[in-house]
């Protein structure tokens, strides 16, 4: 497809557009080695996610979250995955997913928050601000009782129950065909909740830095689990280390840096290891 600039015609500009925003923004903001590869990728990632327009959709699951009902998404996103697993009572979808999810996340943990996921990379852009407080730290959990949720209530009502109400997909899929198709989009009563889910997401993501991530997002609390025992580690050598907490402080997911560098809450996004003066903090393979 050639560009002819007219954007209001085009069903491709739900994508350029925000691509082009977020190359301009990032660009500014993503500073330090680490940083600028993190950049590429993500952009790379937001272009992939959308690319069934070339290749069509494929079957295979992402990594991370984006809505499989997307306009061009490319492949499937695993919570939608396990919501059919359960809703149709097709259980073989369990081995591919845990296969997939498995084998990505024992090489790089939750490297894919960080690198990855366009939903994390529009989180960058956003830029929330750092709170800390006993609210955040109580709240973090949620994500996890999210995903315990998903299967049995799929299970009992039959349905998929989350994407009727998931701000992801309101964002990436219904609002995308909204504007693609207006006359041609079925509402159901989940469009309301789902809007007002969607509203909701946008203020987290202000108020807080990765605040999607911290406190709701089930994909996170599936990889999260891995951190500890992935092959890619952030090691931390403490006889380099003068105490500066700068690490800390840049931290967009607010971990007790440096000491908690295994944390299920890292996104291994290299903040850390971009700001540290003395090289304390690495990433590195363990074989
Ligand atoms: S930024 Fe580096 S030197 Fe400073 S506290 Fe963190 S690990 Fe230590
Ligand atoms: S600990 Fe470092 S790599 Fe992990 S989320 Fe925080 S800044 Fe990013």
Not at 146 to 168: F, G, N, W
């Amino acid at each position: 497809m050639i560009c002819n600039l007219n954007c209001v015609a085009c069903p491709l500009a739900y994508l350029c557009i925000p691509l082009a925003i977020g190359a301009f923004i990032a660009l500014k903001r993503y500073r330090g080695g680490l940083q600028k590869k993190r950049l590429a990728s993500q952009l790379s990632f937001l272009l992939i996610s959308n690319a069934a327009f070339v290749f069509g959709a494929t079957g295979l699951i992402y990594t991370y979250f984006y809505c499989w009902e997307s306009p061009y998404a490319l492949m499937a996103c695993p919570i939608g995955v396990l919501e059919h697993a359960f809703a149709d009572r097709s259980w073989y979808l369990l081995v591919y997913l845990a296969g997939l999810i498995g084998f990505a996340c024992i090489i790089f943990g939750r490297a894919a928050c960080g690198w990855a996921c366009p939903i994390g990379f529009l989180q960058d852009l956003t830029k929330g601000r750092r709170i800390k407080s006993k609210l955040d730290s109580k709240m973090r959990p949620l994500k996890y009782a999210i995903l315990l949720a998903i299967p049995p209530v799929c299970y009992l009502t039959e349905k998929l129950a989350y994407t009727d109400i998931c701000p992801i997909g309101g964002l990436t899929a219904t609002l995308p065909y909204l504007a693609m198709e207006p006359n041609g989009y079925t509402f159901t009563v989940f469009f309301i909740p789902k809007m007002i889910n969607v509203v909701g997401f946008f203020i987290l993501i202000f108020l807080m830095t990765r605040g999607w991530c911290r406190h709701l997002c089930p994909v996170g609390a599936m990889m999260a689990q891995f951190n500890k025992i992935s092959l890619l580690q952030l090691k931390y050598y403490e006889e380099k280390c003068i105490k500066c907490f700068k690490c800390a402080a840049v931290c967009p997911m607010q971990i007790n840096m440096p000491y908690d560098n295994r944390s299920g809450e890292c996104i291994r996004c290299g903040k850390c290891i971009d700001i540290c003066p003395t090289n304390a903090l690495a990433f590195e393979f363990r074989w």
